[in-house]
């Protein structure tokens, strides 16, 4: 069973950054897309970032501009590296594979707090 572990997440001021990791137990060729999600309190979980297997990626809206994902193949590690942060930021966020055939999994998730 493949598992997701995440870091990076913590108290972090308006306007500052974070970079958010997750690395895989397994290669990362055999995942058809990475992704990070989010989900702020009373809110529905939201797609924040995505990165095909292909390298191809897409941002949502909100954090175009702001957050960056990448990947580390050597390393099994997607990151998320997110900067001019905002209060509407803080969420947990969540990591993503996605195997195709109905097939994903998730990590456990890492707080993200900004504060004024």
Known sequence: QV????????LVQVGGSLRLACEASTTLFSIIF?????RAPRKQ???VARITSGGGTNHA?????????????????VS??????KLGDTAVYYCNA???????CWGQGTQVTVSS
């Not at 598992?3 to 913590?10: A, I, K, N, P, Y």
């Not at 990475?34 to 989010?38: D, E, G, I, N, T």
């Not at 809206?61 to 590690?77: E, L, M």
Request: hydrophobic share 35%.
């Open 45 to 47: 979980r939201e797609l």
């Open 98 to 104: 996605n195997f195709g055939i109905g097939y994903d």
């Open 34 to 38: 990475l992704a990070w999600y989010r």
């Open 80 to 85: 998320l590296q997110m900067s001019s942060l």
């Open 61 to 77: 809206d909100s954090v175009n501009g702001r957050f960056t994902i990448s990947r580390d193949i050597a390393k099994n590690t």
């Open 3 to 10: 598992q997701l572990v995440e870091s990076g997440g913590g």
